[in-house]
């Protein structure tokens, strides 16, 4: 398709593939603190129950002889409750994940839906170029 036909006021394939990338590497770039605080973060001692939320993961339960001799949270009570820590950082993360990985398959669809277009927009001009010169 020549220069200046076709859809107007709609970006070139190429020239959207790279505004997708600069949004993509400016959402990354909006993460890199978070990191800075996981450092200062993690050299607390405390437990996570204390600190944050948690999940209970199996409940309350009478330890058993091994558990016993081995797990020092079995010694006091004779109960173990197993839990899983969830902290916003790590929250964070797991969102900043998903949205890179969202953005991450939008491009790939974008640019396939690009192709996919050209692809189009060809057979249609070799379609009326094949129309017009039978005339």
């Known amino acids: 398709m020549p220069k200046g036909a076709g859809r107007r006021g709609l970006p070139e394939g190429r020239h959207l593939c790279w505004l997708l990338c600069a949004v993509t590497l400016k959402l990354c770039q909006a993460e890199a603190p978070v990191r800075e605080e996981k450092l200062s973060v993690s050299a607390s001692d405390l437990p996570c129950w204390l600190v944050g939320e948690f999940v209970v993961a199996e409940e309350c339960a009478p330890c058993s002889s091994f558990q016993a001799k081995t797990t020092p949270e079995c010694g006091s009570t004779g109960y173990v409750e197993k839990i899983t820590c969830r902290s916003a950082l790590m929250?964070?993360?797991l969102f900043w994940k998903f949205e890179g990985a969202v953005v991450g398959v939008a491009l790939v669809f974008?640019?396939?839906?690009?192709?996919?277009?050209r692809q189009l927009d060809r057979k249609a001009l070799e379609k009326v170029r094949k129309q017009i010169e039978s005339i």
């Open 110 to 117: 974008a640019c396939l839906v690009i192709v996919r277009q």
């Open 91 to 93: 929250e964070q993360h």
